[in-house]
Every structure is written in structure tokens, then in C-alpha cells.
């Protein structure tokens, strides 16, 4: 089938590769491939933790993504030649006060009814293994299971693995339309009154035509033409800024993320001696500048669990708008003939990233979706007047098969 | 006269502009003119505070070299064009808690003794002139002769003036020779036992004869060639970091600078919004990396001052070697026939540049320079066995004429 993928994300990229990977022709558009959310992601493949307490729908969802990152590492590292830095070592989930430690422990018995490893340490076993962790923390608990990636060398890897297997990358921004895509004028927004730049004579010279379009266009998708009210409207822009630091490598081993008196915090090392740390939340529209606060409150809790950070060279801070839904849980399904959302993944992009490439290319093919993929029907917000067609997308979450057309 | 200056910072550009100005031949060599720690510096113009206690002779330098600046800034603007900033609403030097008070109640009284007009404010008066800053600081003072200019502005504009002086700007380094100077060749160090580069086969194919060698190499001093080893080791580089934040104009109309728990802190004002909140010191050789730490603490002491900094956007953190001294007051002065010193200006570099120029000029010319430089003698710190000769250097501070010679 001829398909056509808007957004070139790790989300967009995984399902362009993947559906190229098993004999589609896929078009790929996006201005800036590689770019946005994921550019600024930790990489952090961590499917339950302080962030997501209580959301029973999406651990399972983690739990299953990161079941799928080993083989997935292995077919996308030996598919473009890079190293994509995944990391085994685990995560330390840690609480700095008394407050936080009480939290952790119910997270602790939330993982445990999940059925994942979780190893509450004491602080002599927390110093054994990780010796660079602020003495004197309240909690701390072992999550063995937990991975990370580099992030910028999956998106890269993504790109080569998606050129070789066919994927055709337009640096540009598309529309849906009747019976494919569009190309988006430069410089012309979706849904703005005056365009920027004039539209051509003829709009259909801009015409792509696609058998499924998957819409994968992230914190973006609402500027994307042509989506249903509901599903459109159903993705905001969370802003995160994060820093990247350099210190000598080994400064500490695991992932160590958790609470510093209720706030949460995440420092994400890498083999090469960089340290991730992050991220802030901030409803902020697309607003993206790098804040006095943002960098402050990341310093001073990366320094409260991991008190050498200090010593350790600022090399970026940068922020990025994350595609929220009103429930965390992303947009993954059909929402009308020939067209299909993978979007909305928030914090969790490289994590769910195989998993949604799974689920989309079940859907593409007529084959069942991945059943924990079932909670994030696109249109479980509400039903939108403006949908391209009542199809498959209304049956009810995990039970859909979302056939698409064979062709326009 | 022929006159070589070594080093195109606000020292060197300064000296040079005004020796042009005054009818001698200047060319000034530096591999990349502004860029080195007046890149960096605040701009601030505050002959006294938190960090310059008891300091009697910088104290009086600085007094005589703020003096200097409303004059010196008109006659720069008209010869450049360029808005150098200016800000004549003075500074609050403020403390944070009581010892803090108590350390800022001695500032004052040493200020009185000095003449500067310094006027301790209520928590009312303070909210009424500077509403964004913090509340419940424990001793605020207004000191309304302190001013402050855009460093990067004043650069700009002394590059400009002393180019349209008719001042020659090489881009490259060189080095005291016997009768002049010397171009280094590029990648080549002074004193590296293995030049990076070849030297010519003839070396005076480099040479630059000169009437006066004016140094003024700044944390560079150490790297100049042929200066006598007293001279060349009593500057040291001091790593400062600084931030550039950006608001809305008028977040503060004063400089903010003081302790915190007894760390210091400034945050300065621009009139188009923009906020520089220094600096630290540090002891890291030429090491000028940014780091967590530096950052860290430049926002926590900044947003102690200025809460409202949390929301400013955070464009840029930098960090640049500064030229300190043992004593931390600059070295100006001959230290043998045809050769002076201006350099060791540490944190002081944009004040005391025009009182700087004007003394440099003295000395060229012959004249008695400002009483206040008395202090600067380049060769306090020992007599160096390697200097070039043991001309009028060696009289007591103060009272040196130091004439240069006519020709080589």
C-alpha cells in the first residue's frame, strides 16, 4: 500500500520504518525530522514511576512497550549501523524525605501488583551500587527492568533504518485531504484565517495520493488540516525543558529519578559520560524558551539526588512542547477510512515508540492490535462531527481491526 | 610614536582608541579583539561593595575611575555612534539575612569614610524604588552614583572609535621583542617547549618595531613573551561564569547586587529587558567551561535578590578567565624602556578602563599620571631578574614619570 506518514518524530519514524520494513511504500513528511520532542527526550524507557502513579491503563502500556525495546534495539541498531547506547543497568526509584518515601512505597506496591521486579534497598546497599547517590536518602528501590536509550542516536538510527528500507522523507509539512496528503504552503498554518504565504491556484498540485495516511505529528497534531474536533483538540502542548551535562563517564551507573520533597526529577547517564536531566512540566502552549526556573529547579533537584552533577560541565539546556492528552494515554488507532493516529505520547515516545509501531502496522495490515494498546482509542474524547467516516475507530478500545482501504 | 598594544579587551581598546586620539600610530594586536572576559563582564560601574571590603586602594581607584565615566561614555558615543547603555539609576546593595546586614553595615560606614553618598533604606522605601525585589531583605542601601553600561555595547563602540581613530587591529597574537613586537605564529604558545607550529626560519620576518609596547593581554598576561617573570606571573586567570536573561523592560530599574547568606550576587539590568546576574569566582586555571554548579548557584542567589528572575527566559551562560592579582589591584605602569603594562584588572575592567587609558597616556607622554594609580605599580610584587631594564619602573608607586623612549 501506498502510506503516508505526517510527523517525523521517534513515534513517526518507528512506524515508517517499520511499515516500509514489511513491504509498504511509505512517504514520510516533516519539516524538521527528528527535531521536536524528540530531540529534547531523555530516553529514559521507564514504565511506571512517581509520574504516573494511579494510571493503571498506561503502566500496562509501559509495561508491554518496554518489553519490546531489547528486540527492537537489536533489529534497529543491525538495520542502520548505529549504536543506539541502550543501557541495562536499571533505575533507582529514590524519595529524599519522609513524604516522598511514603509516595515511592505505594508506587513500590503498585509495580508489585504489575508483577515487576522492584528491590527496596537499604542505604548501605544503595551506597554499594551506587555510590554517587546523595547519602541519607529516605528511599530508594531498585527497578532492574528499567532501560534507556540515547535518544538522538535512536532518531538517527531511525533515519538511516527508514532511508534503507525505502522510506521516502519529505521536509515538509502535510495535510490530510481526500484520498492522501497534502503539502503544506511554507510558511501557511493549518486553520489560520490569512496564510502567510498564498496558496497555489490549484490546490491539488500539492495532492499526494495514500492509501493510510498515519497521522503521527505529535505536540503538533492540532495544526495538522483535515483531523476530526475531537482528536485534534484531544493533544496539547506540555513543555519540558531538560539539560544536557558532561562529566568524566561513571559518575553513576543507573537511571536515578524519583522525589526530592515532592518534586519530581530524573538523571539518565550515558555511557560517554552525559547526564540527562530532567525534565519540567509546564502548561505553556508552544511558548519553547529556555527559563531562568526551568534550568534552576532541574539543577537544584539533579543536585539533590546526585550531589557531583555539580562539578559537571552545563552543555545544553533546551525545551521542547510534549503532545499531552487529557489522560496520558496516547492516540493510537484508526479514526476513519484510510487514515490512523499514532499520537498524544507525551513522556513516554521512546518508550512506546515499538510498541506503536506494532500497533499501527496490525492496523494498516487487517491484523489485531497489541491488547495493551487498547486504552488509547483516538476517539475516546468524544465524537467529532468533522470525522472523515463512522468506521471501525467507534468500536470499542482493543477489540478493533481498523482495515483500511485497499485504495482511493 | 609607533605604539604596539597587546590585547584588544576593554584595556587594550581603551588605551589604544585614546593614544590614537591623541596623535600616535597605534596598531593592537589580539586574535579575536572583545572577545576575552569583556565579552563576559557585566558592565557594572561600582567603585565599592560586598566584595571590595577593606580595599582601601581599589576602593579609591574605583571612586576616581567611576568618575571618569560620564565623560569618558559621551566622548565615546560621539566618536563611535554607538549607545553604550549608560544607566544612571544607581545600585542597591542588599543583604539577605542579618549577618549578611551586619557585613553590608561595614560597606557603608567604609563608603561614608570614602565620600560616597550612601543611604540606608526601609523595607518600605526599598518596596516603593525596587517593588520586584525580594521582600524582607534585611539591610538595603542606595548608593545613586554607581552606574552601569552594556558591556558588549562599549566594545562595539570602542572598536568602532578607535578604528575611525585610525588605530591598525591585527588578528593575531604577538610578543615583546627588543624594540617592538613580534607576531606568534598562529597555534604557537609562549613558553610551550614544543611550538604547535614551526616558527619562520627568520624570525624578524615577524618583527614590528615600535616606539612604546603598551601589555595589555589581561588573563593573558602570563602567555605574552619577553615580559620579566615578577610582571607575567603576578596576573592569574580567575574563571568567572555569568548568566544573560531576558524579561519585560523594567522588572528592575537598579542594579541588585549584595550577599546571600553570605555569597555575593549581582543582577543587572538593560534597558531593552535583558538581566546579567554574576559571577562567580573561581580558581580553575584557563578552564572556562560552564558548570552545573556555577549555573546553579548564579539562579538560586539571583532569584534570592529578584524572585521575579524565575520567569525570565535564560539566553545565555558563559564563562570567561578573568586577569586577577595577588592584591587584586590592576598592574599599570612602565616596566622598562618602551614597555607598559595595563593589565590585572580582574573584575574591574570596564570601570577602571578610562582612568586606565588616561594613565597609559600619561605615561607615554610623559605627563604625571592620576594620583590613584599610584597603587598599580607593576612590579610590586618583586623585581624580576629577566626584566628589560631597570629604567624608571623601580621608583616608588606614584611618583614614576616613566617617559618612554623616542625610537628604537
Known amino acids: 500500500m501506498r502510506i503516508a506518514v505526517l510527523g517525523g518524530g521517534v513515534i513517526g519514524l518507528s512506524v515508517a520504518w517499520r511499515l516500509a520494513d514489511s513491504g509498504h511504500r511509505v512517504e514520510l513528511y516533516d519539516d524538521d525530522p527528528g527535531q521536536g520532542a524528540s530531540h529534547a527526550g531523555a530516553g529514559m524507557l521507564a514504565p511506571a514511576g512517581e509520574s504516573w502513579f494511579g494510571e493503571d491503563d498506561l503502566t500496562r502500556l509501559g509495561i508491554a512497550g518496554l518489553r519490546q525495546w531489547p528486540d527492537f534495539a537489536d533489529r534497529l ?18 524519595g529524599v524525605d519522609d513524604a516522598d518515601a511514603a509516595t515511592l512505597d505505594q508506587v513500590h506496591d503498585l509495580l508489585g501488583r504489575h508483577g515487576i521486579e522492584a528491590e527496596r534497598l537499604t542505604q ?13 536518602l529516605r528511599r530508594s528501590i531498585l527497578l532492574r527492568g528499567d532501560l534507556s ?20 522523507v519529505h521536509r515538509t509539512r502535510a495535510d490530510l485531504t481526500d484520498g492522501g496528503v497534502a503539502i503544506r504552503p511554507t510558511g501557511d498554518r493549518a486553520g489560520a484565517t490569512e496564510p502567510a504565504a498564498p496558496r497555489p ?11 493510510v495516511v498515519v497521522v503521527a505529528a505529535g505536540a503538533e497534531l492540532g495544526a495538522v488540516g483535515g483531523l ?42 550515558r555511557a560517554d559520560g552525559e547526564l540527562v536531566v530532567g ?25 539533590a539526588l546526585v550531589p557531583g552533577l555539580r562539578e559537571a560541565e552545563l552543555v545544553e539546556a ?12 496516547p492516540l493510537i488507532g484508526p479514526i476513519g477510512d484510510g487514515v490512523v493516529v499514532a499520537a498524544g505520547h507525551y513522556r513516554a515516545g521512546f518508550l512506546l515508540a515499538p510498541i506503536t509501531a506494532d500497533a499501527i502496522a496490525a492496523y494498516v495490515d487487517g491484523r489485531p492490535a497489541p491488547e495493551a494498546v487498547g486504552c488509547c482509542d483516538p476517539d475516546r474524547f468524544g465524537f467529532a462531527p468533522s470525522r472523515l467516516m463512522s468506521g471501525a475507530a467507534n468500536q470499542p478500545a482493543g477489540r478493533k481491526t481498523g482495515k483500511a482501504r485497499e485504495a482511493p
Open 77 to 94: 541498531e543491525a538495520a542502520s549501523g548505529v549504536d543506539v547506547g541502550l543501557r541495562r543497568e536499571g533505575s533507582l526509584l529514590v
Open 318 to 329: 533546551i525545551a521542547r512542547a510534549r503532545p499531552g492528552t487529557p489522560d496520558n494515554v
Open 279 to 303: 525534565a519540567t512540566s509546564e502548561e505553556q502552549g508552544h511558548d519553547v524558551r529556555v527559563t531562568a526556573d526551568g534550568v534552576y529547579e532541574l539543577l537544584r533537584r539533579g543536585i
Open 228 to 269: 476530526p474536533d475531537a482528536v485534534a483538540s484531544a493533544v496539547r502542548p506540555v513543555k519540558g525543558q531538560i539539560l544536557r551535562l558532561r562529566t568524566d563517564p561513571g559518575l553513576i551507573e543507573h537511571t536515578v529519578r524519583g522525589l526530592v520533597r515532592g518534586d519530581p526529577a530524573y538523571v539518565v547517564p
Open 201 to 211: 491556484a490549484d490546490p491539488r498540485l500539492n495532492a499526494r495520493p495514500a492509501d
Open 149 to 168: 536509550v540515547h535518544n538522538r542516536r535512536v532518531v538517527r538510527a531511525l533515519l538511516t533504518a527508514a532511508d534503507r528500507a525505502g522510506v521516502v
Open 124 to 136: 548501605r546497599e544503595l551506597r554499594r551500587i551506587e555510590p554517587a547517590a546523595t547519602p541519607g
